[in-house]
């Protein structure tokens, strides 16, 4: 049972242009959202993170948006540049559940000059 | 920010042998440590979630005697695998996380190949 989707396997974007990935989640449980970036053969580093009271967080080029009632979120990314090419994951703790995240499939992004 | 190790980075090992991973928190106090894998172009597998001083609870479907996990003090926990085989190669990461964290960091990874 996924709880956190991102459908979008991939996504192609232009340098310089605004990159959105999407993810979903199923359990209103979930309080608080983050989003890692993954370059191969290396551990996930944290982006940015949004919890459920706001519906948006911005730090530099990275925006995240929450829309509670339709349990979806996004990362924008604005400029985009070739080195944010690599694999996004949204994950989502609950409330109550301490560190625990459950990750998304994640989203291999691709900027191309 | 909080900074994670992992060692090592990439070890080979043949069948039926075991294997030891470490993943340290290098400047806090990490009451939570979490190991992942991953195979390829998949997403992070949550294994087990350890806290310090106590046993590690295991997700579903993971061999709590295959995979030994050790988390002995706020900055390390270790992860054994135990008479490792050819299906057991994987991408091995482990996360960290402090009282006052809302999150968790990342180790940077271990590659198992297990021949």
């Known amino acids: 049972d996924q709880q956190v989707k991102q459908n979008s396997p991939s996504l192609s974007v232009q340098e310089g242009r605004i990159s959105i990935l999407n993810c979903d989640y199923t359990?209103?449980?979930?309080?608080?959202f983050l989003w890692y970036k993954k370059y191969p053969a290396e551990g996930p580093t944290f982006l940015i993170s949004?919890?459920?009271?706001?519906d948006k967080n911005e730090d530099g080029r990275f925006t995240v948006f929450l829309n509670k009632s339709a349990k979806h979120l996004s990362l924008h990314i604005v400029p985009s540049q070739p080195g944010d090419s690599a694999v996004y994951f949204c994950?989502?703790?609950?409330?109550?559940?301490?560190?625990?995240?459950?990750f998304g499939t994640g989203t291999q992004l691709k900027v191309e000059l | 920010g909080a900074v994670v190790s992992q060692h090592p980075s990439r070890v080979i090992c043949k069948s039926g042998t075991s294997v030891k991973i470490e993943c340290r928190s290098l400047?806090?106090?990490?009451?939570?440590m979490f190991w992942y894998r991953q195979f390829p172009k998949q997403s992070l597998m949550l294994m087990a979630t350890?806290?310090?001083?106590?046993?590690?609870?295991?997700e579903q479907g993971v061999e709590k005697d295959k995979f030994l996990i050790n988390h002995a003090s706020l900055t390390l926990s270790t992860l054994t695998v135990t008479s490792a085989h050819p299906e057991d190669s994987s991408f091995y990461i482990c996360s960290a996380g402090g009282r006052t964290m809302s999150g968790q960091y990342f180790g940077p990874g271990t590659r198992l190949t297990v021949t």
């Open positions: 350890s806290n310090e001083g106590s046993k590690a609870t295991y």
């Open positions: 994950a989502a703790r609950p409330t109550g559940g301490g560190n625990k995240l459950t």
């Open positions: 400047d806090f106090q990490a009451t939570t």
């Open positions: 359990n209103s449980m979930f309080d608080y």
């Open positions: 949004i919890s459920s009271i706001k």
